[in-house]
């Protein structure tokens, strides 16, 4: 006959070892998922790149208040974006901007480019290698 000997005193430690080792992971998962993106970010004025940031404690990367156009770089604008339409004026009867040479009566918007969605797969790779480090 066979006997099994199983010792609990370590349990309650082994509970906050794994908190602890799944946290760092989280954390570095989510270093990784934020640089990829910033490496992605289109650059005009650095100012999108800036705004990629971290918070650890909701799980998140997101781009911050300071750079509110965002998501229309990341999503698209008129007929590349959500609306799938032309943007046109909504009080005037033409659009005006500093530096276009005349008033115009509507655009096409632009092209989406999604910076975030391709960090995040880029940074699969460097995910996993935090997990396997953190719990190595």
Known sequence: MM?????L???????AEFAARSQ????????????????????????????ITTNAAE???YVSGAAPY??????????????????????KKALMW???IHPVASVAGIHPNPFMDRGAARS???V???IDEAFA
């Open 59 to 61: 799980g998140l990367v």
């Open 124 to 126: 699969v790779p460097r």
């Open 70 to 91: 965002a998501r229309y770089v990341h999503e698209g604008t008129g007929l590349y974006g959500p609306r799938r339409e032309r943007i046109k004026p909504k009080t």
């Open 3 to 7: 006997e099994i000997q199983v010792n």
């Open 24 to 51: 760092r992971a989280r954390v570095l998962g989510l270093l990784a998922v934020e640089s990829a993106s910033v490496e992605e970010a289109p650059v005009r004025t650095s100012n999108l790149r800036s705004a």
């Open 9 to 15: 005193t370590d349990l309650a430690t082994l509970g």
């Open 98 to 100: 500093p530096g276009a």
């Open 128 to 130: 996993v290698q935090a």
